[in-house]
């Protein structure tokens, strides 16, 4: 009959055994998922996945997938076609993130095509998170970027039918609503609150990488900077847990460091789901009559491949791409509607 010992030994093997083979389990497990605030995002999967079906780098993968909607002449909430601030003049924001916490970011960039990909210069070649204005755009051009005037036609007589009533008021959602139409065809002379493409993916090894690119909102004052460059609140990787991204009215998201608190949260145990779901009523709580009217959405991903979505107002949609589809757009859960 073994003695104590004996038993003590081979249940600590066993119970060895069982880790390994759990943790081999979970690492076979693990496949290549993208996921994207709003319709368009699809496109942007499509490009990020071209990348992660081959094994490619989830960092990588987001660069690409963001690089999409800034060049996409529809789209009035990113990049070159984004509508101006109420000077008329057009400024990006970006911000890119690894899973070892290195991170990127540029604000109110102005002359620059591709704000993700200075982002990630920012990332690798300097000392610092974050690089704005007149700085970012000297960095990128001597980074070998081209400066080239952003405003395209459709912007400028979007903001000169704005400048008729010259009011600013954030319109939830008009990411779905303006992306292909023609100036003022929705509604005309109406201002149009806009906003982000967020970008979260993990690859074939595991690897979480974020990314987030948008001009803002419309007619904004001169120099507003949003949410999506700055790290733990528009976006927010963590290669041990998950990751975020934030849509919506970026001062909400900042002031709950929402992106941060959505990882978080997972981190205490919470599904991508539960995450995403908390935060925004965190933000409800704080500031309900605001709410009634204000648009904030959270989209996650945590290391396993699980999504979890929600919003204040109904109306946000992601988009996912993976094996078994690339095209799949999804209606997010909301608090109203």
Not at 137 to 151: D, H, I, R, S, W
Not at 169 to 176: G, I, K, L, Q, Y
Not at 213 to 227: E, N, Q
Not at 288 to 315: C, H, R
Request: include cysteine.
């Amino acid at each position: 009959m073994p003695n104590r010992r004996d038993v003590f030994k081979n249940t600590l093997a066993l119970t060895s055994l069982a880790a390994i083979s759990g943790a081999a389990s979970a690492a076979s497990s693990s496949k290549p998922i993208v996921v994207s605030t709003w319709d368009f995002g699809v496109a942007a999967n499509q490009a990020a996945w071209d990348l992660l079906k081959g094994g490619g780098y989830a960092l990588d993968a987001v660069e690409a997938g963001a690089r999409i909607p800034e060049v996409d002449l529809k789209n009035h909430s990113v990049g070159r076609a984004g509508y101006p601030d109420r000077d008329g003049h057009v400024s990006l924001d970006a911000s890119i993130m690894d899973e070892k916490w290195r991170c990127g970011a540029v604000a109110a960039l102005e002359h620059i095509e591709h704000p993700i990909s200075v982002a990630r210069l920012v990332m690798e070649k300097t000392p610092h998170v974050l690089l704005v204005g007149a700085g970012a755009l000297q960095f990128a051009v001597e980074q070998g970027f081209k400066p080239e005037e952003l405003l395209t036609q459709d912007s400028e007589v979007a903001w000169k039918n704005w400048l008729k009533e010259a009011k600013y008021a954030p319109v939830a959602n008009s990411e779905m609503s303006t992306y292909g139409h023609a100036p003022g065809s929705v509604v005309p002379g109406d201002v149009h609150n806009h906003d982000t493409l967020g970008i979260l993916a993990l690859d074939a090894q595991g690897r979480l990488s974020g990314a987030c690119t948008t001009s803002g909102m419309a007619w904004k004052l001169r120099g507003r900077v949003g949410d999506s460059p700055i790290i733990g609140a528009g976006l927010y990787v963590d290669g041990e847990i998950g990751a975020a991204t934030s849509t919506g009215v970026g001062e909400e998201v900042i002031r709950n460091a929402g992106s941060f608190l959505v990882v978080e949260l997972m981190r205490q145990g919470r599904s991508p789901q539960q995450a995403c779901e908390e935060a925004v009523m965190r933000i409800v709580k704080r500031r309900p009559e605001a709410a009634k009217t204000l648009q904030v959405g959270f989209l996650a991903l945590n290391t396993k491949g699980d999504v979890g979505a929600f919003a204040i107002q109904k109306g946000f949609v992601y988009a996912q791409c993976d094996a078994a589809k690339t095209d799949l757009v999804v209606p997010a859960k909301s608090v109203f509607g």
